[in-house]
């Protein structure tokens, strides 16, 4: 049988949560599963009553993204997971194309390139993500930030159990954290650079609204593993 891939959404008072969950049960893979965690939501809970019985939908008090994202996580039965924000949408082929990458490079995490889109839907920009680059080539790019679009990840489940899950003490660098402790690690983390994840730019969305606490949290993280990505830039085989 197929492995299960378990897309996790995150939603607290999202207004495009209904595209975000269209998205999801539109892939053509057909082993998927997928949980929307409701992070404490006031508004626009809603949108989700016609999709009920095509989704997992669990429901707890406001914590953040790395609470929500660690609480459908837990809930998964798939053997990989995918994170998929709620104002963000996936590409119906998102799931098979990534999954047969991951299978054929014995992958344990990836990434894919990914486009931006409006707040209307409109694609704005094309192949926005990063150029494909050599191990040294991420690990120098992470010193000055983080390369990786937590959306564009697909992720086994087994590395998780392996290394640990979002750090829920940071409320807008989680992703940045977890990845500098896969890299840390020694796990290679595989580029697809294919464009399967609309990426949507628009006014309400946090990396506008909390830009300052979160320049002075990616200060944090960088300076949390440092040493550990000095030592793995000069370390000699």
């Known amino acids: 049988m197929s492995a299960k891939v378990s897309i996790v959404i995150p939603f607290y008072n999202c207004p495009y949560i209904e595209q975000a969950v269209s998205s999801a049960l539109n892939q053509t893979?057909?082993?998927?599963?997928i949980i929307v965690v409701d992070d404490g939501s006031t508004s626009y809970v809603e949108l989700l009553s016609s999709y009920q019985h095509r989704i997992y939908y669990l429901g707890k008090q406001n914590?953040?993204?790395?609470?929500?994202?660690?609480?459908?996580?837990?809930?998964?039965?798939g053997e990989y997971i995918a994170w998929l924000s709620?104002?963000?949408?996936?590409?119906?082929?998102k799931v098979s194309a990534q999954l047969e990458f991951m299978l054929r490079n014995k992958a344990l995490i990836s990434h894919t390139n990914f486009n931006y889109i409006d707040e209307n839907g409109a694609t704005v920009q094309y192949s926005a993500g990063t150029s494909?680059?050599?191990?040294?080539?991420?690990?120098?790019?992470?010193?000055?930030?983080?390369?990786?679009?937590?959306?564009?990840?697909m992720i086994k489940r087994s590395l998780?159990?392996?290394?640990?899950?979002f750090d829920e003490r940071l409320p807008y660098t989680h992703d940045y954290d977890l990845w500098h402790r896969i890299l840390i690690a020694g796990i290679p983390f595989h580029y697809l650079n294919q464009t399967l994840t609309a990426y949507r730019r628009h006014p309400?969305?946090?990396?506008?609204?909390?830009?300052?606490?979160?320049?002075?949290?990616?200060?944090?993280?960088?300076?949390?593993?440092?040493?550990?990505?000095?030592?793995l830039l000069h370390h000699r085989r």
């Open 29 to 33: 893979y057909p082993n998927v599963e």
């Open 63 to 77: 914590g953040g993204t790395a609470t929500a994202l660690n609480h459908g996580i837990r809930h998964a039965s």
């Open 86 to 93: 709620s104002d963000d949408m996936f590409y119906p082929d």
């Open 132 to 153: 494909p680059m050599t191990r040294r080539e991420m690990l120098l790019t992470f010193q000055r930030g983080n390369p990786v679009n937590g959306c564009t990840v």
């Open 160 to 165: 998780l159990a392996r290394i640990g899950l």
């Open 204 to 231: 309400g969305m946090g990396t506008i609204r909390h830009q300052g606490a979160i320049g002075q949290e990616i200060a944090a993280v960088q300076q949390r593993y440092k040493r550990g990505l000095h030592r």
